[in-house]
């Protein structure tokens, strides 16, 4: 089914993306922080432990993220993206009645994960990348807000569900949720135009344009990636950013619980990091067709440290945490559409899929950066010590960027 629309019809999928996007991520990313609290007193058990769950979706994104890539190059993005949601929603159905944190963790880091991958960043970037030539970084960096969008939506719901019905009857209603906004979506996707945008205009007609072989370039094999050069910058460098993003990102509410700040102050917190990701995103995508990305992405770098050093020694108030939301929020901005500019540069839109898929697998590792501050704040009590072992991965990252030689586009 397609739309008639007097705009490119390119603009379509892109709103169509960041939906999908904005309700996986915004419940299993920005909403795990939300379930912590609930499961540590449920389960009597330490946040390192519940943190190996939000550890085991990366993980199980690192296993699947390569052959998702792959599927999105090969198969149709719409029933991709179906699936994805039918899987999302079953999930949350399932956890729902799950007895044990064990039964909770294995559900999360199959049939969420399997949500994640197929309706979520890869298929919404790679569908982008197809339609898009001229403004490839804009249309990457704006599709890439779905998440943060889903940071800036989903919390508040999620906390009021939770508080008004419990975390297990919460999920059923996220599950509905889930089913109604994904399933419709993708009535309107289309997979591939049959010229991306043109060169000379955005709306110009279909019939105009690049060709084919132009927009698309080589197509690379997995031992053509992986002796690239700018795939191992990419995934040190997004890596790094990605461990110290979702180490603060999990542990929001138990720090803000140890400081007897409640749970909807910090859904606000959530919100304002999320609607700060949403315009650095622009900002990224806009200024990468303009600009050295190295130097984008060291500004990135420059912000979380201020934020790791400012946890370090300051008490952790309200107003800390909400400044600690807006630098975060800029800093994390940087990854998907830094990395989808490069990866469209670098390796053309016919490989995009299997490039973003196996940069997931290795973008899994970050999912340690939770796990070692919740493990060392078991250890030792505080956090202080976890944000100077995050600060100093920073250092072979901001050395590793110089990887990403010029601008996103020729």
């Not at 993220?65 to 999930?91: E, H, K, N, T, Y």
Request: with cysteine; aromatic share 12%.
């Amino acid at each position: 089914m397609r739309l008639n629309t007097p705009w490119f019809y390119g603009w379509n999928i892109v709103g169509i993306a960041i939906a999908y996007q904005a309700i996986t991520y915004g419940i299993a990313i920005y909403g795990f922080t939300f379930w912590v609290p609930y499961w540590e007193t449920e389960f009597d058990t330490g946040r390192g432990v519940i943190m190996l769950i939000f550890m085991s979706i990366q993980l199980g994104m690192a296993v699947f993220a390569a052959f998702a890539g792959r599927a999105a190059d090969q198969l149709p993005v719409r029933w991709l993206v179906m699936a994805g949601g039918f899987l999302f929603a079953s999930g949350l159905v399932l956890s729902a009645y799950a007895r044990e944190l064990w039964q909770i963790g294995l559900i999360f880091s199959l049939t969420i994960v399997a949500g994640l991958l197929l309706a979520g960043s890869i298929t919404a970037q790679t569908i982008t990348a197809r339609w898009f030539d001229r403004n490839a970084g804009l249309a990457l960096g704006i599709v890439s807000t779905g998440s943060s969008i889903g940071g800036l939506l989903l919390p508040m719901l999620i906390v009021y569900l939770q508080s008004t019905h419990g975390w297990r009857e919460a999920n059923l209603w996220l599950a509905g949720l889930v089913v109604v906004v994904i399933t419709p979506a993708c009535l309107f996707l289309q997979d591939k135009p049959k010229n991306p945008e043109s060169d000379e205009a955005d709306h110009l007609s279909e019939d105009s344009g690049p060709s084919t072989q132009q927009y698309q370039g080589k197509e690379w094999t997995l031992r053509d990636i992986l002796m690239s050069r700018s795939f191992w910058s990419m995934a040190l460098c997004f890596t790094v950013i990605s461990a110290v993003f979702i180490a603060i990102q999990q542990n929001l509410a138990p720090l803000a619980s140890d400081n007897n700040i409640d749970a909807m102050k910090v859904s606000t917190v959530v919100a304002l990091m999320a609607f700060v990701m949403i315009g650095a995103k622009l900002l990224f995508g806009f200024l990468s067709d303009r600009m050295n990305i190295r130097v984008l992405f060291v500004s990135a770098c420059g912000a979380l440290a201020v934020v790791l050093l400012l946890l370090t020694v300051s008490a952790i108030t309200y107003t800390i945490l909400m400044v600690t939301a807006a630098l975060v929020g800029f800093a994390a901005a940087c990854s998907m559409p830094l990395s989808a500019s490069i990866i469209r540069r670098d390796f053309g839109a016919l490989s995009f899929g299997r490039v973003k898929g196996l940069m997931y697998t290795v973008l899994a590792l970050g999912a340690a950066g939770p796990w070692i501050a919740g493990t060392i704040y078991d250890a030792t009590g505080d956090y202080e010590n976890a944000w100077i072992v995050l600060g100093v991965l920073l250092i072979p990252a901001i050395v590793a960027s110089s990887g990403f030689a010029g601008r996103a586009t020729r």
